[in-house]
Structure formats: C-alpha cells, structure tokens
C-alpha cells in the first residue's frame, strides 16, 4: 500500500508547473525589459516626437510626484472603494440569483430566458439608462460595477449547482439526505470551484468596469479620472503612469484570487 | 446484538418488470426486465450474471428504490420496498465517493442520518476501517488512494449503517485482476462475519461462482432469469476444484452457445459474440476459447 502513495506523490511532483521552476521562471520578464530598454533609448535619441512619447524619466518623476503628494491615493482609494463595494453587490445577488436559477426548475423557466437575454446586452449599453436614472456620481459606478460583477457569479454558480454529478445525487437519496442536507452536503460542495471561477471573474470584471465607469460617468476622483485629465492636458506621463497602476492593481488581484483558489483546492483535498 | 439486528428479512420478487421510453426501440419503449420471479432468503448469497445489458443493474436499482416505476412486487421481510431506506445498502461500480471528503467521513455519510450517538459513529467509522484494512489511511482523500482502496471504502460506507440487504452493482469491474481476486476474498469474509444478504450483479462468471450461493443466469431482450444455478460448495472456495469448474463452465456456456433463444441471436446477429466478448479480462474465458 505504501508503494501506490509514493507512486501519487510522484504524479503529483510531476504536474508542478514548469514557471515555478529555478531560472525559468524570470523568463517572462525578458519582454518587458526590452521594452522598456527600447522605449528609453528612442526617447533619449530624441527619433520620435517627445510631446506623443516621454521619457521613462519623465513618467517616474510624474509617479514620484504623484505619490507624495498624496493624489495616486486619493484616486486609488476612491477607484478600489467603488469596486468592492460593487464587487460585494453584484456578488451577494449573483450567489442568490444563480443558486435560486440551480436549484428551482420552475423558478429557472420563469426567470431564465429573461436572464439570458439580459445577460446579451454589452454592460456599456447600460451607461445612458444608468446615467439618466442615477446620474454621473458613485451610485452610477457602484450600480455600473454591480452589473458587471452579477452575471458572471449568476452563470457559474447557476451551471455549477446543475451540473453536480448525478452519480453523487444517487448516493445522497440512498443515505436519505433531506433536500436541504443534499444541498448542504453535496451540491454545494460539488459547485465551489465553479461559483469560486464566478467570483473571480466578478472581481477582475468589475475592476475593468471601474475604469470603464470612471471614463464615462465623470465625476469624482479616481484612477480612470486621472487617466482622462492625464489625456486632456496633453500630459502622456500621466497616461501612462496611470495605465501601469490600473495593470498592477489588476494583476494583484488576479494574483491573490489565484492564491485563494489553490487554498480552497487544497482544503477541499481535490487535484481536479 | 439485539433482536432488531438479529431480524430475519427475506427478499422477495414478484413478476418485476421494467419498461423504459427509448425513441430508439420499437413502438418507443425498451422493455428492460420482464417477469422477473426471485426470492432471497436472509443472508444468502446470490450473484446475477448477465451480458451487458440484460437488465442487471437496473435490477439493482429496483431493489435499491432508486426507481419507484416498474410493475411487479419487491418486498423485504413481507413489507412492499418504497424508495430508499437504511436497511438496504449498496457498492456501485464507479466508487462514488465524495472527493472533497477524506476516507473517514465518506465511510461516515453512511452513518449521517443514523441513530447513533457521535461516539457511537465514530465508533462505527472506525471498526469499518479496520474490516476493509484500510488503518493509516483515515484522512487520505479519494484521489490519493488507489482504485482497489476506493472500492473498499465504497464498501465500507455501504457497510457501516448496518444494512440488512448489500448490493453490489459490478463492485470490482473496473479493478484489475489481482486486486479484484484479492477483494473478492475479503468481500467472502465480510459476508461470513456479519451474516447479511449480499446481492452481487457482475459479467465475471468465475466471480459469481466463486461468490454465490446461487448463481442467477440473466439473459437480455428482454431482460429476464434464464435459470439460476446452486452453488452446493463450502465457503471459501477453491477455483481450481474440479466441482468449481464444472459449474463455471457450465455457466459459461449459457453465454457461449445461446441455444435458449437462437431467435434472438438471429435478430441481432453481433449480439452471440457481443455476449462472450464482454466479461474478456476473466481468465476463464480464454480456457473457454482453447
């Protein structure tokens, strides 16, 4: 028996990803650098308008500047409190919704198509309605974000509770689990890693919707702002200074979802 | 043991049939099982033998109660069986188990709606990891052990909640020979120790000699009992026992020469092959071929 664990093990060590190994892992990082070294020499060289593309000196001391000055974390402060706020509405409902359309067949044929079609219409289609109902300050956003965050947290959590294996359902009714002991027990537990694949998209969604929020329904503060009065004072630094915060912000979320997910993974014992 | 443990509960068939909608038979409904007359006494063993789809499983999952729509009767201890219920367990061939639990509490889903104390399940968890010889392993998760310790976990939660009726649906088809040879052995000591009746559904005609009481012959179209084989051999048995292989082969050659209904054979020309060709892993049938 102790030769079919060690065997596991060994499938297991096998299937580690290679970027995590020593020296490969820095790999993806040549691009960038590259970039970067490129970008320099032709801002230095002076080969191209210097109006259209500063220097990466100049962008550093816009971000030195803005940074001490306390501006970045006005508008940082104010983006990422708009979309958590939206992030956890959008979330909440999309879990109620779609474990409602999962569980109750008859509320899926009343609600259901509907929802589709909902779901079909481009989430900046929504702008002019939600501007007119409630106008261009952070209700707008924060109802913007939710929309956003909602259908994707609808979708997996709905596809996830209807797809538990019926095999598993099979087994509760042998174990006479009541309705509420299968949910709790089996299709939950079956649907995390879809409704977790939800919630993820719901954050990354609703960060891209921030931006997209803050460039149309302007007012207020916050990193898109920045980007807008960056492009209308002609101040490419700032531009550019903002478009590198926006990724950063976006790629530690998806880091840290990531890191959650794996927990999870890992609690649940599963290497699905 | 008290009295209710000790509670003789007879199984009992009666004109069991089985008809499902398919678009792709005729007139739009496929008749699985047809006349099926069966009584088990309480701590018999008894093996149902059948090609692929001859109705067996479906069978299992009558008595089961997994399927509340067929005509007949299935009664245990004399009282009509009505969807699921604790006295009867059961061992599917895909183990089934819950993969986000550790062998520990999927062998205790078995016991979640049970009327035991905490202690007393616990109890029960345990006692049924050391019947499967699975100690050391409590809180590997199902990914982590082998398909062999799958199953006798499968076995072990179907086990726990004392059931009176086990059924086994193909329990060890998907194993390979040596581990399957192995867990039919200790199913055989299972079964001798805690004196329950224990219905095994399997396409392996050695298994179910080598398990059964009786040995039922099932075969398809519909699905009904071709005849049913006493196995007058003392547990454990000896497969290489002249008696054991007479009446494995003569089990066997029900599925090799179907002379029980050379018009259904004539109908579906592939299906006298089909038949022979699906349990091929058992070495009795390439003694069979030679």
């Not at chain 2, 086990?159 to 399957?180: H, K, Q, S």
């Not at chain 2, 398809?220 to 547990?235: E, F």
Request: charged content about 20%.
């Amino acid at each position: 028996m102790s030769t079919v664990t060690s065997k596991d093990k060994a499938e297991l060590a096998s299937t580690v990803p290679l970027s995590d190994e020593d020296g490969r892992r820095w790999r993806g990082l040549v691009l960038p650098v590259v970039a970067v070294a490129l970008w320099w020499v032709l801002a230095r060289a002076d080969l191209v308008n210097s109006a259209l593309l500063v220097s990466p000196g100049k962008v550093l001391a816009t971000a030195s500047d803005q940074v001490v000055t306390g501006k970045l974390w006005r508008a940082l402060g104010a983006s990422l409190a708009r979309e958590f706020t939206g992030f956890l509405i959008g979330s909440v409902a999309g879990l109620l919704l779609g474990a409602l359309l999962g569980v109750s067949r008859g509320f899926n044929r009343l609600i259901g198509p509907s929802f589709n079609t909902f779901k079909q219409i481009s989430l900046f289609a929504w702008i002019p309605l939600i501007s007119v109902w409630f106008g261009l300050g952070d209700t707008a956003k924060v109802v913007f974000l939710s929309l956003a965050a909602l259908v994707p947290v609808v979708v997996n959590t709905c596809d996830g509770i209807r797809s538990t294996p019926k095999p598993l359902l099979e087994v509760a009714r042998v174990y006479g689990y009541s309705r509420l002991q299968t949910f709790v027990h089996v299709v939950l537990p079956a649907a995390t890693p879809a409704i977790f694949t939800g919630i993820y998209l719901a954050l990354i969604y609703s960060w891209l919707a921030t931006i997209g929020a803050e460039y149309l329904l302007v007012a207020g503060v916050g990193i898109g702002n920045l980007l807008i009065e960056g492009s209308e004072h002609f101040q490419m630094d700032l531009v550019i200074f903002g478009m590198f915060v926006v990724g950063l912000v976006g790629w530690l979320m998806n880091a840290v979802a990531r890191r959650a997910e794996r927990r999870l993974a890992h609690l649940r014992g599963a290497a699905q | 043991m008290t009295i209710a443990t000790e509670l003789e509960l007879d199984l009992d068939l009666r004109g069991v049939g089985k008809v499902y909608a398919s678009n792709q038979a005729e007139g739009g409904q496929l008749q699985v099982l047809d006349g099926i007359d069966l009584h088990i006494p309480a701590g018999e063993f008894v093996a149902v033998v059948g090609a692929s789809g001859c109705g067996k499983s479906t069978l299992l999952r009558l008595i089961l109660g997994l399927d509340a729509h067929y005509d007949g009767a299935i009664t245990l201890g004399g009282a009509a069986v009505r969807g699921t219920g604790p006295e009867r367990g059961i061992v599917f061939q895909d183990h089934r188990l819950f993969p986000w639990l550790t062998v520990e509490q999927n062998i205790a889903v078995g016991l979640r709606n049970a009327r035991y104390t905490a202690a007393e399940k616990r109890e029960l968890v345990k006692d049924h990891i050391e019947l499967v010889g699975l100690e050391g392993f409590e809180h590997s998760y199902p990914h982590q052990i082998s398909g062999g310790m799958a199953q006798r976990v499968a076995i072990a939660r179907g086990l726990v909640n004392r059931p009176r009726v086990l059924l086994l649906d193909e329990p060890f088809g998907a194993l390979d020979a040596l581990t399957r040879a192995r867990l039919q052995t200790e199913l055989q000591r299972i079964w001798q120790k805690e004196k329950i009746t224990m219905i095994l559904v399997t396409h392996d005609v050695e298994e179910a000699v080598f398990l059964g009481d009786r040995v039922v012959v099932m075969q398809p179209r519909p699905g009904r009992i071709r005849r049913i084989v006493r196995v007058p051999l003392a547990h454990p048995r000896n497969r290489s026992d002249p008696v054991f292989i007479r009446i494995r082969d003569d089990v066997l050659s029900d599925f090799l020469a179907p002379d029980g209904a050379p018009q259904a054979a004539d109908e579906f020309p592939g299906d006298a092959v089909h038949a022979a060709a699906a349990p091929l892993p058992s070495l009795a049938y390439l003694r069979m071929a030679w």
